[in-house]
C-alpha cells in the first residue's frame, strides 16, 4: 500500500493531523494498536485552549463542541479559607472550553471515516525503516493477521510516549529532559452534577486537589497522593471525604455521586529531540509529556499538528513560500522549521505547567524546609491573585498563547 502520508496513532493528534491535510488534498493513512473502542473510551484531557477550540471550528469537526462543550472564562485559585476568580475573558480576551478528549477523538474519527480515509486499528509489529532515506515505510501486522508494509513519502509518530516512533531514532542521535515529581493524581469520574461553575485548584496543607467536569451532569475531580499509592487503598467513601476536607470553604458544600471511574496518574515533564529525523516527524506525547495542572497536553499535541500540517501542505503544495521558493529547498523549508518552531511551543508550555504544578502541590516525603516551601507556594498564590500583571500571566498561559503559523 501506498499513501503521502503515514500516521502512527488514532489519538487525538494523528487524527486531527489526518484530518487537516485531508483538506489540503493530502492522502494518510492511520495505523493504531488499540480498538476503536478503547481509542473512544480512554479517559484523558478535557480543557481546550481557545486555539484548540478554533481549530475545530473552523476545520468543521466542531459541531458538538458548540452544542456540548462548556465555556469557561476563567478559573478559581483556592487556599484555606479563602477561593479567588481568574478572570479570563477580562486579563486576555481569550476562554477554554470543557469537552472531553474522549469526545474530540470520537467526532475526528467519524470524519475521518466520512472522507473515506483509512484508519486501521488493532495493528501489532509495528516497525519503521528507511526514516533517513526519500521512501520510509511502516511494517506491520494488520487485525486479520496479514502481513502488511506502507511505503510513504513522510512518516508521522503520533503514538504517544510508549510507541514505537520515537525510539525508532538511532539513541545516539535522541536527548531527553525529563523530572518525574514526588506525588501523582488520583482521579474520579462521578455521575454528579459539579459543585462549581468553573475549575477550582486547590492549595492545601495535605495534597493538592481540583474540581473540574465533563459536562453537566458528569464532575471530574482529582487529589495529590503519593506515587507508590494503590487505587485499592482508596474506596469512594475515603475519596469523598479527603475531597470535601480539601475543598472546604464556608458557605460552599461538594455534592457526591457514584464513582464511574478512578485511576493513579504519575506526574512528569518529558522533553525529547529531535522531532524530527530524516522522513520521521514526531507530534504530541511521542516527543513531550506535561504534568496536567496547567491543562496543556492535548492542546501542545495541537500545537504540534497545526504547525506539521501547515508545513506538510507547503511541502506537497511544491510550492515552498520560503527562501528558495519552487526549488527542492524551498519545498523542504518550511518541514525544516518545523522541529524549532514546535520546542518553542514545548518548551513554553513546559514552562507553565511546571510552575502550576510546583505552585500548588505539596512537596511529597519527608522534605527538608517542606515548611518553607510552603509558604513560598502561598506567597505566590496571593500574589497572583492580587496583581493583574500576574493574573494577566497566568491567562495569557492557560488559555493558550497565539501560535503564528
Not at 114 to 134: H, I, K, M, R
Not at 232 to 246: S, T, Y
Not at 272 to 292: K, N, Q, W
Not at 314 to 326: I, K, L, R, T, V
Request: proline letters at 6%.
Amino acid at each position: 500500500m501506498r499513501t503521502q502520508v503515514a500516521i502512527v496513532g488514532a489519538g487525538p493528534a494523528g487524527l486531527l493531523l489526518s484530518h487537516l491535510l485531508g483538506l489540503r488534498g493530502i492522502e494518510s493513512v492511520i495505523i493504531e494498536n488499540r480498538s476503536r473502542a478503547y481509542v473512544e473510551a480512554r479517559q484523558r484531557a478535557g480543557v481546550l485552549e481557545q486555539g484548540t477550540v478554533d481549530t475545530l471550528l473552523e476545520s468543521g469537526v466542531g459541531e458538538r463542541l458548540k452544542q456540548e462543550g462548556l465555556r469557561h472564562d476563567g478559573i478559581y485559585l483556592q487556599w484555606p479559607g479563602e477561593r479567588h476568580r481568574i478572570n479570563f475573558a477580562e486579563l486576555c480576551g481569550r476562554s477554554v472550553w470543557v469537552y472531553g478528549q474522549t469526545e474530540m477523538v470520537k467526532d475526528l474519527i467519524e470524519a475521518r471515516l466520512a472522507a473515506g480515509q483509512q484508519l486501521q486499528f488493532e495493528v501489532s509489529g509495528v516497525t519503521l525503516e528507511d526514516l533517513d532515506g526519500d521512501r520510509p515505510v511502516a511494517r506491520y501486522i494488520d487485525s486479520g493477521g496479514g502481513r502488511r508494509h506502507l511505503d510513504a513519502d513522510i512518516v508521522v509518530g503520533a503514538d504517544g510516549f510508549h510507541g514505537v516512533s520515537r525510539p525508532s531514532i538511532p539513541a545516539p542521535r535522541r536527548r531527553t529532559w525529563e523530572r518525574d515529581y514526588p506525588f501523582a493524581w488520583l482521579g474520579i469520574l462521578a455521575t454528579v452534577p459539579p459543585s462549581t461553575d468553573e475549575l477550582i485548584y486547590v492549595w492545601h496543607p495535605r495534597g493538592f486537589a481540583l474540581h473540574s467536569m465533563r459536562s453537566p451532569s458528569v464532575s471530574r475531580l482529582y487529589l495529590q497522593v503519593d506515587p507508590g499509592e494503590k487505587i485499592e487503598n482508596w474506596p469512594d467513601e475515603r475519596i469523598w471525604a479527603e475531597l470535601a476536607q480539601r475543598m472546604q470553604l464556608e458557605g460552599w458544600s461538594l455534592r457526591e455521586g457514584p464513582v464511574t471511574d478512578k485511576s493513579i496518574t504519575p506526574m512528569r515533564s518529558f522533553v525529547s529531540t529531535p522531532m524530527r529525523y530524516g522522513r520521521l516527524f514526531l507530534v504530541g506525547d511521542a516527543a513531550h509529556i506535561v504534568p496536567p495542572t496547567g491543562a496543556k497536553g492535548l492542546n501542545l499535541a495541537v500545537s504540534d499538528v497545526r504547525l506539521l500540517a501547515a508545513a506538510l501542505g507547503e511541502y506537497f503544495a511544491g510550492s515552498g513560500a520560503g527562501p528558495g521558493s519552487g526549488s527542492a529547498a524551498g519545498r523542504e523549508y518550511w518541514l525544516n522549521r518545523y522541529p524549532d518552531d514546535a520546542l518553542a511551543q514545548v518548551w513554553r508550555k513546559t514552562h507553565f505547567s511546571w510552575w502550576m504544578t510546583t505552585m500548588l502541590h505539596i512537596p511529597g516525603g519527608p522534605v527538608p524546609g517542606a515548611d518553607f516551601e510552603q509558604q513560598l507556594q502561598l506567597a505566590q498564590l496571593r500574589y497572583v491573585t492580587s496583581s493583574v500583571a500576574a493574573a494577566t500571566e497566568l491567562a495569557e498561559n492557560y488559555t493558550g498563547l497565539p501560535l503564528r503559523i
